[in-house]
């Protein structure tokens, strides 16, 4: 248990190094003059949002089961553990957001520039928020449309950020499970991919930096249960003196 988490306390270290640099910095997101640079942002927060979250998550647990190679009922072990783990993660984080009511960076933004009160605003269904959002911001010409509609299908609170701790946990998974199997391009690959997520949350106004740092904290502790899980009732993490050669050909 206590390599378990130092190993993925590493990686949650590494996670959190730039958002917590924008923490210290003092930085505030602020409308930009030319949002074709993160229109790409967008694309990349889109692999973690619903429905495309769904499609992640099955083409990210074929590719852990390819990877570790496990027999069949290991296999459905390890896959009703990286489900369950994910679960409680967003469970978690709901639970947390009902308690803190942190409003998002847009929502204060709004609040100063528009007729929007930020307690008003949460006060609302989440429909009428959207419709408050697309009410406010129709003869504007600041914000693009798409950016827009990002902003009125996430009205709920900011902290900690969801997605996040969706990325962050499939990127610690990695490091937890097929780091120590040598399966080092595919733990690489999963913590940019999670790095990249997000900054495009903070990019788009929809996270504060330390929305980001506690998702990043939500997702080491119920990654290191789950890789501890794994480890207990499925085997060793760590591969054998023979399995190693033919570990290192898959990459």
Known sequence: M???AKRTGMGALLLMVLPLLLWASGWQWQPENDYRWLKGWYWLTQTVTSPWSTLTSALLISWFLWCLRYRLKPALVLAAILTATLLIGQGMKSFIKERVQEPRPYVVWLEKHYAIDDRAFYAMPRKARSAAVARELKEQQVIPPWLQK???AETGFSFPSGHTIFAASWALLAVGLLWPRLH???????MVWASGLMVSRMALGM???WDVVMGVAVSWLVITLGCWLVQRWIGALTPTPEEAPDIRSRG
């Open 184 to 190: 080092r391009v595919s733990t690489v690959v999963l």
């Open 150 to 152: 990002h902003w009125r």
């Open 207 to 209: 996270h504060w930096p």
């Open 2 to 4: 206590v390599e378990i």
